[in-house]
DNA sequence: TTGGCTATTTGAATCGTTTCATCACGTGTG
DNA sequence: CACACGTGATGAAACGATTCAAATAGCCAA
């Protein structure tokens, strides 16, 4: 028995400084010290060796009662939590799943997130998440540092970012990735999307049925497939009507409030404003709706509003917004569901993709049916 | 050589099958493989042993320019990814922090999220949250989970509960613990806390000076300690008014949405009807102004509202809402600082805690001078 | 040529688990 | 009584890295 000599109170039990051991004084030495009791103390206190405790923690059945008990009552004494490093170490397996998200801050992913967990909480899965802020070298490093954690598999939403070489690379070294909201450009994997076309075509649909004309739409940055898709939407909407598009009412945004705020400034100020506005995410409505405010305009009187996910919810707004609902829990839970069972090779064969449904919400924010011009627009706010 | 059991492509280099090691058929025939090259490979491949592989990734320059060369030119081969789960086995650190929160879809904690995320990653730390959704026994056996995964240090936002049996275990086992938000019940640990009488305080004080009386509080959880200082606050705020506070109008919630929803119906049915009301966090708030339209009240001018939290931000409130906001990355930030230097052994002694300043913000949801009492409701929205 | 010294390089031991071949110990059978 | 057999229990090897004492190489002086 030594005082152990980083935090000079502890006593170290035989099995970390011994004869037989004089290398822990290396980390002693640079003053780390937690205690944690091993298996091989565990054992030795039982009075059994280190594979019958071993058993005993994985439910093997073929220990007998007596030294059952000996042991899980050395385990209750010493407060012993297996080291899950070194068991990953010697199984190959980490019981854990990365989770790469674009946009921690937009409520869509926090939702998907908790979908996430649950599920894989259920299965003894730990989900460590990371957030990008849509930067394609931030993935880069994530996925990087993911990987030499040996996490079992990773959920990913993609940042934008036309070259996917450094997902190719990670899927190439066999490590099972499922594609959350945004499928990897170039790569087919296991994906839980959203049919991003019939959400936008939906809520165009909508607009034009109750009677806009004009309708203005800011999408996601190209580059992103969904943008790409949700703005196909409005193509398909307008076609089904026998409407032509106007290729200056279709403005690119990159799913940012910024950019939502500054394009709306710019739709308001021009000579002829669209009679409505159809959002393809909610963080950029935030800033559209920034931006109605600051110059007095209000909907659905003087413009029409409809937008892609419906993150600020049932609450608060007056008018209401007419929204396109994502089911992101649900998006959550099957994507880990999915990736889980790759993992555990329940799931063989091709990619598999997983679309769901959105849901059009229809609210206040595109009640009126025969929508006023440009007209009667109150003085700014200042 | 030979075709990998599972994948039934891979070839295996011999530091994976070879007359030494025949045991990996074990992991093998189980149907995991991930072909990922170690260190043995490497140094094979490169003609040099282990101990200049390893000198070589942690740029000991004792190591000389050819055999470096070639080493680096292994490593890019084989796209060699050091093994993190086996370092972490040997320096017994694993470079990761675990966070908990309670409620991530209360957009504070994943502000919160990237300020820690931010300061970690700076330091080569890969932040590992999890949710709690303000159960204690999720928080256990969460808490359970990161310990068995060896992580560094734990940021640790408390779900509320008298018991901190759970915590004050984790703490004994020599795993530093930073408190952000709310400090766990009775440990003293290392916290960033905000100075939250102060900003219950400042807040009635501004309600008091324009003029509103009978200010109802919906307060958090009085389990936890937080709920209580933003009481405190609007107590002092009182005193020092001279003014008594009536006990009917404190009303405990439990900060989620529902709670204020519920509270914020009942006090509006009330025969007397507060002129004002102070909100404990966001999350609430929301319930109160879902209650508020379906109730057709108006404010100011029905009623004034002040809130903890600054979660709808300057966004799309007409009028917008007199707000404590407090800096959230900013407390993410310094938790993270503090648990690493504290990890680092940088910070001896006593537990530290430090104080943030919340800020009011006052807008339009407190403008009027002259509360108007109870009338001049307009119906309610259906 | 040899010895001494320094600058590199090596490789065995170790971290805390799991796994499985082997062993010990009764017990029942021929 | 000898033997086979089954049930538990054991303990050594292995996972992939780091570390450091020891070996080696290179160089210069004697």
Redesign the interface.
């Known amino acids: 028995m030594f005082r152990c000599f980083a ?1 000079g109170i502890c006593l170290h039990a035989p099995a970390i400084i011994s004869p037989t051991t004089p290398k822990p004084l290396q ?1 002693l030495r640079r ?6 009791s091993t298996i091989v103390e565990v054992a030795k206190r039982a009075g059994v060796s280190v594979g019958t405790v071993s058993n005993v923690l994985s439910g093997n059945p073929s220990v007998g009662r007596e030294l059952r008990e000996r042991v899980e009552a050395a385990i209750r004494a010493l ?1 012993y ?6 068991r ?2 010697k ?4 019981y ?1 799943l990365g989770m790469v998200l674009p946009d ?2 937009n ?1 869509f ?3 998907i ?2 979908g996430a ?1 649950e599920k894989a ?1 259920q299965r003894r899965y ?6 990008t802020d849509e930067q394609i070298e931030r993935e880069q ?1 994530i996925l ?7 996490v079992d598999g990773i959920l990913l939403a993609c940042a934008p970012g036309k070259d996917s070489g450094h997902i190719r ?1 990670v899927v190439e ?3 099972p990735v499922v594609c959350l909201d945004r499928a990897a450009v170039g790569i087919k994997l296991d994906s839980v999307l959203l049919d991003n076309v019939r959400g936008g075509q939906d809520c165009v649909r909508h607009l034009l049925r109750v009677g806009y004309r004009n309708i203005a739409v800011i999408t996601g940055p190209h580059k992103l497939q969904i943008a790409r898709e949700r703005l196909r939407g409005y193509v398909e909407a307008h076609r089904e009507a026998h409407l032509d598009v106007n290729r200056e009412l279709i403005l690119e945004g990159d799913f940012r409030e910024e950019s939502g705020y500054r394009i709306a400034k710019e739709l308001l100020l021009r000579r002829v404003r669209p009679s409505a506005i159809f959002v393809c995410n909610g963080m950029m409505t ?1 800033g559209v ?2 931006a109605f ?1 600051e110059m007095g305009v209000h909907y659905p009187e003087d413009l029409g509003l409809a937008t892609f996910d419906d993150i ?7 008018p209401r917004l007419t929204v396109v609902a994502q089911p992101t829990y649900e998006m959550g839970a099957q994507g880990a569901d999915l990736l889980m069972d790759r993992i555990d ?1 329940k799931l063989k064969g091709k990619p598999l993709i997983v679309r769901l449904k959105p849901t059009l919400t229809v609210r206040s924010s595109t009640k009126t049916q025969n929508p006023v011009a440009v007209s009667s627009l109150r003085p700014a706010a200042l």
Chains 1, 2 share one sequence.
């Open positions: 935090c980390s003053g780390r010290c937690s205690h944690m407060d939590h297996p080291n899950e490093i070194a990953s170490l199984v190959k397996q980490t854990m921690i801050t409520p992913f926090p939702d997130m908790r967990e909480l730990l989900l460590v998440t990371a957030n490093s990087a540092a993911l990987r030499s954690r040996r690379r070294a066999g490590i935030l709706l920034q405010e600020v919810g049932d609450h608060s707004f007056y090779g």
